[in-house]
């Protein structure tokens, strides 16, 4: 079963993981980030090319975004439509959009994985099971490869409206904040607290 097919229904069902609505960095300081200047001619770019198709958003907006993050963060990876399969799970399969990893490895996933970002053409609250049963299936690959993340976060946006996860214990936190890219600074200085949660993991 693709992740896509998930409801918030089946992961209760099968999973025990329950969803619930709240407002994630309310209490964080968020330190913006500005958009180098290769991000900003890329999403200028953007502008003017056709993005009709969640896979033009994917290539135009988000992952020059995901890019940045890699930039100013050379030692974590990043994996575009690369397979998360969790073995002996045949409902746990599929090719997330973009997975983020602790490690720096280039030629395959690696663990740990902390992030999943999963891109919609339309409403992306059609998105946040998909990405919750990914989640969950990092957190899962993270067990089996000795690396026991509990925390994971994932991130759904259409290229223009984002919206942040966490799965922490078998709760799904949604963030009930929207981000916008005309705020990229805020978006990308949420990506920056994230990385920067899960090195502090990796110090504990």
């Not at 079963?1 to 969803?19: G, P």
């Not at 290539?59 to 990876?77: F, L, M, S, V």
């Not at 397979?83 to 599929?94: P, S």
């Not at 214990?169 to 916008?180: A, G, P, Q, S």
Request: net charge negative.
């Amino acid at each position: 079963m693709a992740y896509s097919n998930f409801t918030f229904a089946k992961l209760k069902k099968d999973y025990n993981i329950e969803q619930k609505d709240v407002f994630l960095f309310n209490n964080i300081a968020i330190e913006h980030k500005e958009a180098s200047q290769r991000l900003k001619d890329d999403l200028q770019e953007a502008k003017e090319i056709p993005l009709m198709t969640e896979k033009a958003k994917s290539e135009a907006i988000i992952y020059p975004i995901i890019k940045e993050i890699r930039r100013k963060n050379p030692q974590i990876g990043i994996f575009s439509g690369y397979a998360l399969n969790i073995e002996g799970n045949k409902d746990l399969q599929g090719n997330p959009d973009f997975m983020i990893s602790a490690k720096a490895q280039k030629s395959s996933v690696e663990a740990p994985i902390f992030c999943m970002v999963e891109a919609k053409n339309g409403v992306i609250e059609e998105g946040y099971a998909q990405c919750a049963a990914e989640m969950y299936a990092a957190r899962l690959f993270n067990q089996d490869m000795n690396e026991p993340y509990e925390t994971i976060y994932g991130a759904v946006t259409n290229a223009f409206d984002w919206v942040f996860l966490k799965l922490e214990n078998k709760i799904v936190l949604i963030d009930r904040e929207r981000y916008f890219l005309n705020d990229l600074p805020k978006i990308l200085g949420i990506f920056q607290y994230i990385v920067d949660s899960i090195h502090a993991q990796q110090l504990a």
